[in-house]
C-alpha cells in the first residue's frame, strides 16, 4: 500500500514538473511575429464608417373619432335609403306597453340557447345584467321599437323602426341577434 501511493505521488510530480516546462518552454519573450503582425494593421488606412440615418421628425396625430362608429360595436350593415314622396305607414306604435328587454341596447342583448316544449319554442336571451329570458316570436326588445320576426337555431332575427333623419319618417331596418358561444 505504500507502495501504491509513492508511485501516485511520483507519477503527479511527474505530470506537474512537465507541464511547468511546457509553460516554461511556451514564455520566450520573442513576439516579433505578433509585432509585424500589428505593425501591418496600423499602417492599413482606416476604414469610412457609414453615416448616421437621419430620422423622420415626429408627427402628432390628433385622434379625433367622436362622430364616429364605435370599434367595439357591430357594424350596422346600410342600406340605401330611397325618400318616398308619401309618408310610409311604418311607425312605431307609441301607445302599447313596454316589453322588459325594450330598456336594453340590441346590441347588449345575447342569445344563450334555446328550448322547445310541447311544439312550442322559446328563444333564451341574455340582458346585461346577466338575466335569461325566453321570448318568441313577436315578442319586442331594444330600444328602437325591436320585434322578433324570425327564430333559428342559432339566430333571432329582429326587425327595428328607427327615424329615417325627417322630422317625421321611419324606416325598418332589419337586425340579427346570433348564438354566442358558451
Known amino acids: 500500500m505504500v507502495k501504491a501511493v509513492h508511485t501516485r505521488i511520483s507519477a503527479r510530480s ?5 507541464l511547468l516546462g511546457m509553460m516554461v518552454g511556451c514564455a520566450s519573450e520573442d513576439m516579433s511575429d505578433l509585432d509585424a503582425f500589428m505593425e501591418e494593421k496600423r499602417a492599413r488606412p482606416g476604414g469610412v464608417i457609414e453615416p448616421i440615418p437621419a430620422f423622420k421628425a415626429y408627427e402628432a ?3 379625433a373619432a367622436t ?3 364605435s370599434p367595439f ?3 350596422v350593415e346600410v342600406r340605401e ?11 312605431p306604435d307609441v301607445n302599447r306597453s313596454k316589453e322588459f328587454l325594450e330598456q336594453f341596447t340590441l346590441d347588449s342583448l345575447q342569445m344563450v340557447g334555446r328550448l322547445e316544449r310541447d311544439n312550442q319554442i322559446w328563444t333564451l336571451i ?6 335569461i329570458h325566453r321570448v318568441q316570436v313577436g315578442n319586442f326588445l331594444g330600444r328602437d321599437h325591436g320585434r322578433i320576426v324570425d327564430m333559428g337555431t342559432t339566430f333571432v332575427a329582429v326587425v327595428e323602426i328607427v327615424s329615417d333623419g325627417t322630422s317625421d319618417g321611419w324606416v325598418e331596418r332589419p337586425r340579427t ?3 354566442t358561444a358558451p
Do not use: K
Open 14 to 18: 511527474i505530470f506537474i514538473s512537465f
Open 61 to 63: 396625430f390628433a385622434y
Open 67 to 69: 362622430t364616429m362608429r
Open 73 to 75: 360595436d357591430r357594424p
Open 81 to 91: 335609403v330611397r325618400q318616398l314622396n308619401t309618408r310610409s305607414a311604418v311607425r
Open 126 to 131: 341574455r340582458d346585461p345584467e346577466g338575466g
Open 177 to 179: 341577434i346570433e348564438l
